[in-house]
């Protein structure tokens, strides 16, 4: 059975920087491309990054283009998203899912990340 696991959610501050995990287990992570997707309050799932199976090519949304950050361990069977320089509108809740955004058929559960004032 496919599980996606998220971890390091958080209040962080406007500015700061945090480092999301996606441990994944039921599948033979290494042939699979990931990818980060988010959903801030009262709006729509926006996807945030991509990353092809072994971990060579990654691709971000110009929203965040330059502050994130997506890499892949296949070794340990994880998906990171580092996000730098941390703005009210990274308030989200961000899953990681298996496959490209529009392929996705197994998805995570989803942290929230919301910033202090």
């Known amino acids: 059975e496919v599980h996606l696991v998220e971890s390091g959610g958080g209040l962080v501050q406007p500015g700061g920087s945090l480092r999301l995990s996606c441990l994944a287990s039921?599948?033979?992570?290494?042939?699979?491309?990931m990818s980060w997707v988010r959903q801030a309050p009262g709006k729509g799932l926006e996807w945030v990054s991509g990353?092809?199976?072994?971990?060579?090519?990654?691709y971000d949304a110009d929203s965040v283009k330059g502050r994130i950050t997506i890499s892949k361990d296949n070794a340990a069977n994880t998906l990171y998203l580092q996000v730098n320089r941390l703005q009210p509108e990274d308030t989200a809740k961000y899953y990681c899912?298996?496959?490209?955004?529009?392929?996705?058929?197994?998805w995570g559960q989803g942290p929230q990340v919301p910033l202090s004032s």
């Open positions: 990353i092809n199976s072994g971990g060579g090519s990654t």
């Open positions: 899912s298996r496959r490209a955004y529009a392929e996705s058929d197994y």
């Open positions: 039921g599948f033979t992570f290494s042939s699979y491309g």
